[in-house]
C-alpha cells in the first residue's frame, strides 16, 4: 500500500532543505510540508557540518521509520505518509557545491577533495546528485563564476550530464542578484538560473529546481516547497527505503518527471541571508 498521496497520483519533491535548530521541531517542518501538499524533502546538512545538525529523531504527531538514506512519517491521524531523504551539501576542494542526496557515506568537512572525487564515490553509493547553483561560485560569494570554472563546468556536464542532475536554484533571485552585484559584491552576478537552462539545453542535462531553504526560524518553513519536482507515483517503487531512494534517481536521469520553478519571497530572501548579508557590509566598512 503506498498510502494518502498528495496532488493526485503525483510525489512532489523539494530536495534542498536546511533545518536550524530555533524555535521549531520536525512536527512544524512535516505540517508544513502537509498543508503545502509536498510528499518529501531533501533534508541536507550544510558544507561545514559532518552531519545534520537538526533533531529528526522525534515527532508527536507522526509515527516516525528511519532507514540510513529515507525517514518515512505517516501522520497518526489521517494516514498520510511523508518522506524525507537524508544527505549532505558537500563542499569541493575545486570550489563546488554538491549536494549527495539518500548518502550513507560519513563525510569529513575538513578532508575536501575534488569535485570528480564526490560525484564518483556517489555514483558508486548509487546517491541522487545535483550540483548545487552551478553558475553561482561559493568562493567569490555567489558571483557568477569565472570562465575558468565555466570551461570545467562544461566538461562537467559533457562527462557526467547524463548520470548527475543540475540545480534551478529558489533563492537565486535576478533583481536580487543584481542589487547585491552593484551594492556589495562589486562582481557581476547575473540570472544564473537561465545560464543554466541554456546549458541544459546544448548538453540534454536533467534540471531539479529546489527552494534551497534556510530555515533559520520557523517562520522560513514557508520557503519549503516553492521550488520543486513531481514524479508520476506509478513509477516510483514505495516497497522499502531504499528502493525509493533507487527509483527516483531512475526517474531523474531518465528525466521522467516534472518540474515548478518559483523563487523564495523577498522578505524570506533577506531574513534567511540578512547575517550574510551584513558580514558582506561589515567587509565592506573595514575595506574602506
Given at each position: 500500500m503506498v498510502g494518502k498521496y498528495h496532488n493526485g497520483n503525483q510525489l512532489r519533491v523539494d530536495f534542498q532543505v536546511h533545518l536550524h535548530r530555533s524555535n521549531y521541531g520536525l512536527d512544524d517542518v512535516l505540517a508544513h510540508m502537509e498543508q503545502i501538499e509536498l510528499g518529501a524533502a531533501g533534508i541536507l546538512s550544510y558544507p561545514f557540518e559532518n552531519e545534520i545538525n537538526f533533531p529528526l529523531s522525534k515527532a508527536e504527531r507522526y509515527e516516525l521509520v528511519r532507514g540510513d538514506r529515507v525517514i518515512k512519517a505517516t501522520n497518526k491521524e489521517?494516514?498520510?505518509?511523508?518522506?524525507?531523504?537524508?544527505?549532505?551539501?558537500?563542499?569541493?576542494?575545486?570550489?563546488?557545491?554538491?549536494?549527495?542526496?539518500?548518502?550513507?557515506?560519513?563525510?569529513?568537512?575538513t578532508a575536501k577533495r575534488p569535485l570528480e572525487a564526490y560525484i564518483e564515490e556517489g555514483l558508486a553509493n548509487v546517491e541522487i546528485l545535483i550540483l548545487d547553483h552551478p553558475y553561482a561560485d561559493p568562493e567569490r560569494g555567489f558571483a557568477d563564476i569565472p570562465k575558468k570554472k565555466e570551461r570545467q563546468?562544461?566538461?562537467?556536464?559533457?562527462?557526467?550530464?547524463?548520470?548527475?542532475?543540475?540545480?534551478?536554484?529558489?533563492?537565486?533571485?535576478?533583481?536580487?542578484?543584481?542589487?547585491?552585484?552593484?551594492?556589495?559584491?562589486r562582481a557581476a552576478c547575473s540570472d544564473v538560473n537561465v545560464k543554466l537552462e541554456n546549458l541544459a539545453e546544448e548538453y540534454d542535462l536533467r534540471v531539479i529546481p529546489t527552494s534551497d531553504t534556510h530555515a533559520r526560524n520557523k517562520r522560513l518553513l514557508n520557503g519549503i516547497g516553492v521550488s520543486f519536482v513531481t514524479f508520476p507515483v506509478s513509477t516510483l517503487d514505495f516497497s522499502d527505503k531504499t528502493t525509493l531512494n533507487y527509483s527516483i534517481k531512475a526517474a531523474i536521469k531518465s528525466?521522467?518527471?516534472?518540474?515548478?520553478?518559483?523563487y523564495v519571497s523577498f522578505l524570506h530572501l533577506f531574513e534567511a541571508w540578512w547575517p550574510n548579508i551584513r558580514s558582506k557590509i561589515k567587509e565592506k566598512i573595514v575595506k574602506h
Open positions: 489521517n494516514g498520510r505518509r511523508l518522506y524525507l531523504f537524508l544527505g549532505k551539501e558537500l563542499e569541493s576542494s575545486d570550489g563546488w557545491h554538491l549536494l549527495a542526496i539518500g548518502t550513507k557515506i560519513k563525510y569529513d568537512t563546468l562544461r566538461r562537467i556536464a559533457e562527462k557526467y550530464g547524463k548520470e548527475i542532475a543540475f540545480e534551478w536554484n529558489g533563492y537565486s533571485k535576478p533583481f536580487v542578484r543584481k542589487w547585491f552585484a552593484s551594492r556589495i559584491l528525466g521522467f518527471y516534472g518540474t515548478d520553478k518559483h
